[in-house]
């Protein structure tokens, strides 16, 4: 099964980024007494990355560790140094669930991140304490405006090439996949109007066999309201093509060549025949594709990271320098090990010549000599150390500006993975930067996971 927003279609993401930042500007003008000022505003499409959390009380935004820790954190566009980071986020739990974060998990959620922290800075300016919270709660509103009524969407299918990557591969992965046997279905949160302008965009007239983009799908389900296909049990009603528009009545089979609203998972799988691990979904959304399926249901996951390809083409451009950085670890964590040595000799050699000052003066006075070079062999090792220190952190930094300047690689924060990476590599089975990868493996392809191993065991 595939989802079609960022997984089938890929979006031209600094077009499409700039489109509705300028849409929602828009939208905040008109229907939320926004000043016209706020157009003048630089807004920076390249300064977020997913994964980011926002601090709607207090106008930040920030990146978390896998253990939830708190790493690079800015207010507005201005970075916030480690102390007073530290003491904001150091001293309780945060706990996303509650409605003061809101953590920024999709591509199409990268707009309202640079929306925030560019007004956050322009209302610090102004007279008066801003009100973070409402602002938020302004942008997110009028993002949800220009796609409900949609404003967004008509933009983008009006100029289809501008907006929307043609994949010249993916008709021919969804033929090689179905040529093997498997049954392919679309569910997608998009409606019937748009999701067959786009599919039909990306496939109709890519293959002989394939007059429309419908032949390459036994079931298609549109409006999927997704992640509630997972939990919740609405029905499915079949849709007027012509339309757009539901029939009256809910259905009690699935047949190939209709196309289907709503319906949830449970009965997809009665009416299908097909549960559990003989299914395998491909989605963009950490929380609305793989999260909630992963957690109630054993629906194997694949997970589309359209921004995969710039990471691995700067991993590799950055190779030498990480395999540099490894090596400057392992000398660092030797010294370590030293000077642990060093100061435990230190604190013995001292209780020696306290034990043996009086009873044996010459003893002390070797025991002295002992530990003077003992210290000196302490510093030098410190010296060393705090030298490897620096240029671990200059080569980071370094590494780090390479993938973001603002946030550094998007599955990592410092030596561990982010919040982000540890989701995806905890609830996706396999993950890719597009579908159409799935081309250079056989259909009957088993992925296997390499041997993982604990700390202990390394």
Known sequence: GFDMDYTLALYQQERLEQLSIELTLNKLIQNHGYPEDIRKLKY????????????????????????GFVGRCYHGRRPLAKDERHKIYRTKRIRLSTPRYK??????GLPEAVMYVTLVDYYDAQPGKPDYHQLFKDIRASIDEAHRDDTLKDTIRADMP????????LAETLHKLRSSGKKLFLLTNSYWPYSNAVMT????GERKAYPSWRNYFDIIIVGGTKPKFFSERNPFYEVETDTGEPMGHKVSELTRGRVYLHGNITDFENMTGVRGDRVIYVGDHIYGDILKLRKSHTWRTAMVLQELELENRVAERLGEDEDDLTLLDRRRRNLDSEIDYQVTMLKRLQKLVDEHAVSDPQLSGRLEEAKKQAKVTLDRYRKRLEFIEEECELLEDSIELAYNPHWGPMFREGNENSRFGQQVSDYADIYTSRVSNLLSYSPMRYFRAPRKKMPHEL
Not at 103 to 108: A, G, M, P, R, V
């Open 44 to 67: 920076d499409p390249q300064w977020a990355i997913r994964g980011l959390v926002v601090d709607t009380s207090l106008g930040n935004v920030f990146k978390m560790d896998r253990f």
């Open 162 to 169: 501008a907006y929307v990557h043609k994949d010249d591969k």
């Open 103 to 108: 953590w920024i998990d999709t591509l199409f």
């Open 201 to 204: 965009y990306l496939l109709d």
